[in-house]
Every structure is written in structure tokens, then in C-alpha cells.
């Protein structure tokens, strides 16, 4: 059997993509190590307008009684400006964000994907691709029992993350790519009050906060890499150094976790294969951009395939159409977070800026 897509990383890029292109009646087998539900590490926000992407997609109603909190507010304390934020509704009428566990979402992702017709092997490893004159079409690949197999698809897509094996096999080419700027770390609190977003500024770290399930708070310290040396040798006591008082006067219920992660872009197509998510765009956690990216970028690659394999549009043009959508849409906010995970002072517009909006 040969499938119209296989697609490598089940989290919620690979999830997404699944899902849509299963709604159009293609079929897809959608295959991940893991099994769910399970965690992985994230920045975990998903902006509203990610939250209009399953709105759209019939998903919010689902997530909603799940046990985490809408947000609208976020509080920015810059130091020399405080203010507060509502964001306006993204698509019009969506104008709550969340902040939810990894395992909720994810299965919820998953499940759904299943739902809409696509097959799902979990904790089973992709090896290495299939290909024929220069042509990937499928994947090898083995179950946790051990049995190998061969699964032929017109396309292949990576979906599995900053550290993609698919791109990897590909060759993809890496180009507007910048250094590791932060390294970051996070655990989850009870007995905090965080009804909102809060980011707290400083010349040497970042402090976030949100809201997650049944009353958890994430709390997230984010550093300059320049600082990595010393924080290694002991993460927890810099971690904890650097929270609020409110904060550590909670109850940490999780271990802190971190990692500090490259800025870069992909070409995210080729011969019989795509990227999407992470694996052909990444960039810094700072300004928690990850699921909602990876929620739009599914709907333009799954829009993408469908035109190339309908055979309404050749494959190559209506890929590179993806591509220079996807650059359009986030070069600006790429840039901005580059420069503020830079921690490089912000330039005078910016903070007469701030000042403004604070005193409005």
C-alpha cells in the first residue's frame, strides 16, 4: 500500500498536518518514538491566534473542558515601564491564549488526527528513508517489537522537531540562521497566583509565568547563553534564584527542565518530502511562538499538498509556494525575537515606545 503522506513526529506540527490532510481524504499514516499521552519539552503558550486554529478546526471545544484557564491578560514589567495587555481576537473572534500540559494537548492532537482517518504507530522509529533516483518515497522504519518495515508514500514529512532526522536524511539546506542566544528553564508550581501572562524583563534573564492545567503555574527562566557555563553546573539553584518571592513561596511539583536551542530556518521541500514545525523553522522560546507557528504552518503545507497531489499544481510549485508564505509570515517576529533573546539593549524607539503605551 502506498500512502499519500507518512508523516515523522506525532506532536502537534505532524498531528496538525494529519488531521487536515485526512479531512481531505487523503490517507496518511502518522508515526512517533513516543507513545501518548506523554511530555516533551516546550514553552507550552499557545497565542490566540493559535487558539483560532482549533477554533477553525473544531478542536478549542475540546480543549476547553480539559482544565485550563483562558488567558487574557499579560502583565510586561520591563523594569524602567510596566504595563498591562489584552490581545485583540485573532480571525475576529478568538481573544483567549492558553498555556496547556504537553500531555493534554498532545493526545488531544493526536486523537483527533485518528479520528479524521489517519493511522497512527506510536513508539515506532523512523530508520531512514526510501528513495529511488533521488526520489524519497517512504520510510524504513521499526516497532518496538522489533519488526522492520518499508512504507511507501508519495510524500514524506518530517515533523520531528528542531533536531529532525528527516532533514537530516534530506540534506536539508539551513539558511538565515543565527546562534544559540538563550538557554531556558522551567518547572511547575502550585499554590501560585497567575491568572495572567507575566513576563518580568531584566538585563541578565527573563522571568515568565502562565497559567496551566488544574491550577498549576508554569514558571520559566530564560538566560543569556553567555551564561550557560556557569548555570550548568547547578540549573536548579540558578532556576530558583531568579523567581519571584510569589513564586517560591508555592510548591514546585515537577523537576526543572531546560534547553537551550538554535534560530534557524529550513528549506522545507524537496523531491517527495517536507518539513514543517520545527523541523524547517525554529527559533528562540522567548516570545513563545512554537505551537501556534507549527498550528499555521500544518495548514499551509496541508493546503500545499493538496494542490500538488489533486494534480492541481506541480509538486515543486506549490511547495516553494509554502516556503515563501511561511518566510513572509514570521521574518518580522524571527527578527524581534533574535533581538530580544539577544539581550541586547532594546533600541531608543523601542523603549519610548514602551513608555507610551505604558502611560496610555
Known sequence: MTYDAVIVGARVAGSATALLLARRGYR???VDKAAFPSDTISTHFIHCS????LH????LDRLRPTGCPPVREARFDFGACAFTAHPPPAEGEIDEAYAPRRTILDKMMVDAAVQAGCELREQYTAEGLAADKGRVEGIRGRSRAG???REAARFVIGADGANS???????APRYNAKPVLTCFYYAYWSGVSCPWVELEIRPRCTYIGFPAH?????????FPIAEFPRIRLDHESAY????????KAGSRETRVVGADLPNFY??????????VGDAGYHKDPLTAQGISDAFRHAELLAEALDQAISGRDEPEHALAAYEQRRNAETLAIYEFTAQRASYQPPPPSMIELLQAIARS
Not at 493559535?50 to 486554529?53: E, H, S
Not at 530558583?240 to 513564586?247: M, Q, S, T
Not at 529550513?266 to 518539513?275: K, S, T
Open 28 to 30: 496518511v499514516l502518522l
Open 50 to 53: 493559535g487558539a483560532a486554529k
Open 56 to 59: 477553525k478546526w473544531g478542536l
Open 147 to 149: 519488526n522492520v518495515s
Open 165 to 171: 532526522a528527516v532533514a537530516r536524511w534530506v540534506d
Open 214 to 222: 488544574h491550577g498549576l503555574t508554569l514558571a520559566l527562566v530564560s
Open 240 to 247: 530558583l534564584a531568579e523567581l519571584p518571592e510569589r513564586v
Open 266 to 275: 529550513r528549506r522545507p521541500f524537496g523531491e517527495g518530502w517536507a518539513l
